[in-house]
T-cell receptor, first 112, second 113 residues
């Protein structure tokens, strides 16, 4: 069965520090992978998506970057965090039809 | 660009009653999928129900049903016989052919005993 792992679950980082969030998928090959961010009490904003190794599309200009070094690995990074980077980050992979996306358990990032 | 609109930021419903969550969308793609997700306070996104744009019948999954009105570009979620565990944030989402899922702003549902 397909599973998606995302870690860490929570993270508190000082302003200006680097960031690395990792997401891995098991049980499927060549998935479409996505990073979303959710501000408190708000909807999900698509940050990046990838249709294959090394292929990254950015949806919004920001302080973050993404990489896909392996087929089932998707990494979200920042060289220097800003306060505005705080939020709930969700990784997901997709199939055609239901359930649409399968989401990871999320990382709650607080930049202090 | 696709746009999903959920006009109800928050709703209260009495236990055992039904509640309807509104969702309208805008797309120029003839083929698309509509989804509803539930997000409890833990943050996980739980898939509830799916409707394809060419599906003739409204989708149903247990206590969840989707009232799909294609001409109105409306995909409202109906939760019947509400339970306390239904208290959560609910998101409507749409995916056209480019595989990118766009979400509405969400509706917070609070079920009262």
């Amino acid at each position: 069965s397909q599973t998606i792992h995302q870690w860490p679950a929570t993270l508190v980082q000082p302003v200006g520090s680097p960031l690395s969030l990792e997401c891995t998928v098991e049980g499927t090959s060549n998935p479409n992978l996505y990073w979303y961010r959710q501000a408190a009490g708000r909807g999900l904003q698509l940050l990046f998506y990838s249709v294959g190794i090394g292929q990254i599309s950015s949806e919004v200009p920001q302080n973050l970057s993404a990489s896909r070094p392996q087929d089932r690995q998707f990494i979200l990074s920042s060289k220097k965090l800003l306060l505005s980077d705080s939020g709930f980050y969700l990784c997901a992979w997709s199939v055609i039809g239901p359930p649409g996306y399968t989401f990871g358990s999320g990382t709650r990032l607080t930049v202090v | 660009a696709q746009k999903i609109t959920q006009t109800q930021p928050g709703m209260f419903v009495q236990e055992k009653e039904a509640v309807t969550l509104d969702c309208t969308y805008d797309t120029s793609d003839p083929s698309y999928g509509l989804f509803w997700y539930k997000q409890p306070s833990s943050g996980e996104m739980i898939f509830l129900i799916y409707q394809g744009s060419y599906d003739q019948q409204n989708a149903t999954e247990g206590r969840y049903s989707l009232n799909f009105q294609k001409a109105r570009k409306s995909a409202n979620l109906v939760i019947s016989a509400s339970q306390l565990g239904d208290s959560a944030m609910y998101f409507c989402a749409m995916r056209p052919n480019d595989y990118k899922l766009s979400f509405g702003a969400g509706t917070t549902v609070t079920v009262r005993a």
